[in-house]
């Protein structure tokens, strides 16, 4: 059978700057809709709803409904997004990362097209193709939609707690690690490598690392971890899976929300993660200290708590979250070096309890 080149979704709309929220209505006329569900996180209503409902009002787009989401159970969303009137073109979600995950999904559902709004920059959800939901009590992955729009608004993402910049970046730093995982599959004949996706990942991070700054709260910074973020999102559609922003660091991370009673961030665990593998991997550690240093990311994790023995136990659970998958942290000798880590790095050690 021949080759062939794969189609992939990509955003129609892109529109990152200042003011955004305020002018959503004529940031997707091109999308020609006449009807659009809008669905908030908690909150986020109170904040821009008014707002963001004049603007599509204005733009000669019908409201059908605006809901503020509040679950992320995968069997309730799928009743609700059945629940969506026939007449609706166009799902809009707009808050943090739960809010775009279940919209996204339900979207996928009624194959109608998503756009996307996020809040804050805590991880790439807001630009991939996947959910994370609820099932069973428990944190899974869900196939969901690309986004048809991306809308985000610096002064928004400036606004919301830093905890969502130091989440993003932890998340964006781990494709140095989870690039070189994917090597390692391809070398131990486990994965293809796609080539093209991994040039939109290394230039997505690569960019961001070295983008000058003096605060994180810079626009221009902002503006980078935001683009950095949506290409993530398009290298994995690339891909057709998880592969050029996902590595060894998120199984941790996937682990970590296994056991630990309430679990941080995702891009925060992440960060901490990519900052072990990359001393395993013996690959641009340095670099990636750098980052975590300057941006104050380390202290930041400092001063929340974790534990050093929660990482080792996330380490040893690792490979189980996937199996199929072949990263340096399913070598058992590799997990005792990622321990051997955890204990004895002084950056671990003191943001570490």
Do not use: C
């Amino acid at each position: 059978m021949k080759a062939s080149a794969h189609r992939i979704a990509i955003p129609s709309i892109l529109e990152v700057g200042k003011g955004n929220i305020s002018n959503v209505g004529n940031l997707i006329k091109k999308g020609m809709f006449n009807k659009v569900s809008i669905y908030f996180g908690e909150g986020i209503y109170e904040l821009f709803g008014e707002n963001i409902v004049k603007s599509i009002n204005e733009a000669g787009i019908q409201v059908s409904n605006t809901e503020t989401i509040t679950n992320i159970d995968f069997d309730k969303i799928g009743l609700r997004a059945f629940e969506i009137s026939n007449d609706v073109e166009a799902l809009i979600g707009v808050g943090g990362g739960k809010v775009i995950d279940v919209v996204k999904y339900m979207s996928f559902l009624r194959k109608l097209p998503f756009i996307s709004i996020p809040t804050s920059t805590s991880n790439d959800g807001f630009s991939s193709a996947n959910a994370s939901l609820m099932l069973n009590g428990r944190r899974g992955s869900f196939p969901a939609k690309t986004p048809y729009g991306i809308i985000v608004d610096i002064d928004v993402i400036k606004g919301a707690p830093k905890k969502f910049i130091y989440s993003g970046i932890g998340d964006l730093v781990s494709n140095i690690t989870a690039l070189y995982d994917w090597k390692f599959e391809e070398d131990n004949n486990r994965a293809v490598v796609d080539d093209f996706a991994v040039m939109i990942s290394k230039k997505a991070v690569n960019s961001f690392v070295r983008t000058e700054f003096q605060t994180i709260e810079d626009d221009l910074f902002l503006k980078e971890l935001v683009d950095s973020l949506t290409l993530n999102g398009i290298a994995m559609e690339i891909a057709g899976n998880s592969s050029p922003a996902s590595g060894s660091e998120h199984l941790i991370s996937h682990a970590l929300d296994q056991f630990v009673e309430v679990p941080q961030l995702h891009g925060i665990q992440v960060g901490v993660a990519t900052y072990i593998m990359a001393k395993v991997q013996n690959h641009r550690f340095e670099r990636i200290k750098k980052v975590l240093e300057t941006t104050g990311f380390f202290n930041y994790v400092e001063s929340l708590g974790m534990k050093k023995e929660d990482f080792k136990r996330a380490i040893d659970m690792a490979p189980t979250m996937k199996p199929n998958r072949y990263t340096f942290i399913h070598v058992e000798e590799n997990r005792k070096y990622a321990k051997q880590i955890v204990s004895e790095d002084s950056i671990l050690r003191r943001i570490l309890i």
